[in-house]
């Protein structure tokens, strides 16, 4: 599963990061955000010498979530040296979801 990542730990887990971190903003109440955490969990495991997947409740980081202009979720932003990347909204399947990180890294 996933870690959890708040604000102050944003630096050290995803600026620092020798490797680019996808980061899934969602929230608990998000139906859509619930079908694709497992998902998003499953990449973390598979994609693990590749990336680092975090997650971020938009309801208990909400000045990180407005930081990157999170207007709806789930949203992924994959940060490569700290920037974003690449940014993804919506629930998707895997196959989908592998494809846009893979063609981003």
Do not use: Y
């Not at 996933?2 to 680019?20: H, R």
């Not at 608990?28 to 994609?47: F, H, K, N, T, Y």
């Not at 399947?93 to 990180?101: D, G, H, R, S």
């Amino acid at each position: 599963m996933a870690a959890e990542l708040t604000a102050s730990q944003f630096e050290a887990e995803v600026t620092n990061s020798p490797k680019p971190v996808l980061v899934d903003f969602w929230a608990s109440w998000c139906g859509p955000c619930r079908a694709l955490s497992p998902i998003v969990d499953q990449i973390g495991e598979e994609m693990a010498d590749k990336l680092t997947v975090l997650k971020c409740n938009v309801d208990e980081e909400s000045d990180l979530a407005q930081q990157f202009g999170i207007m709806s979720i789930p949203t992924l932003i994959l940060f490569k040296n700290g920037e974003v990347a690449h940014k993804m909204v919506g629930s998707m399947p895997k196959e989908k979801l592998v494809a846009e990180i893979e063609q981003n890294l």
